[in-house]
């Protein structure tokens, strides 16, 4: 059964950074494109970025483009969010997702309908 548990969450100031991470386990991680996604208090769940499995290809959400870079290490099992210049609006929880289908011919998502979660790291950008 795979399995993703993040972390790295917590409460920064606008303008400032964390680095989310999302280490699997019950299968072969590296098989699987690794998608991020957020849910901000009161909405709906949003897909925010997704890797293909040799991590050469990423796509973004046009929100947190130019701000945030995915990553993922296959020999850790582990995918990486940094995001960058954060703002209030940035505020939710963060869950990791597989699996994620790739743009390959661009940056856009195609939008992805994971089977498998984790349980989520919280975020919160406030002064």
């Known amino acids: 059964q795979l399995q993703f548990v993040e972390s790295g969450g917590g409460l920064v100031q606008p303008g400032g950074s964390l680095r989310l991470s999302c280490v699997g386990s019950g299968g072969t991680f590296g098989n699987y494109a690794m998608a991020w996604f957020r849910q901000a208090p009161g909405e709906e769940r949003e897909e925010v970025s997704c890797i293909a499995t040799n991590g050469r290809t990423t796509n973004y959400a046009d929100s947190v483009k130019d701000r945030f870079i995915i990553s993922r290490d296959n020999a850790k099992d582990t995918v990486y969010l940094q995001m960058n210049n954060l703002q209030p609006n940035d505020t939710g929880v963060y869950y990791c997702?597989?699996?994620?289908?790739?743009?390959?011919?661009?940056?856009?998502?195609?939008?992805?309908?994971?089977?498998?979660w984790g349980q989520g790291t919280q975020v919160t950008v406030s002064s």
């Open positions: 997702a597989m699996p994620c289908p790739v743009n390959y011919g661009g940056t856009s998502l195609l939008g992805a309908s994971p089977d498998y």
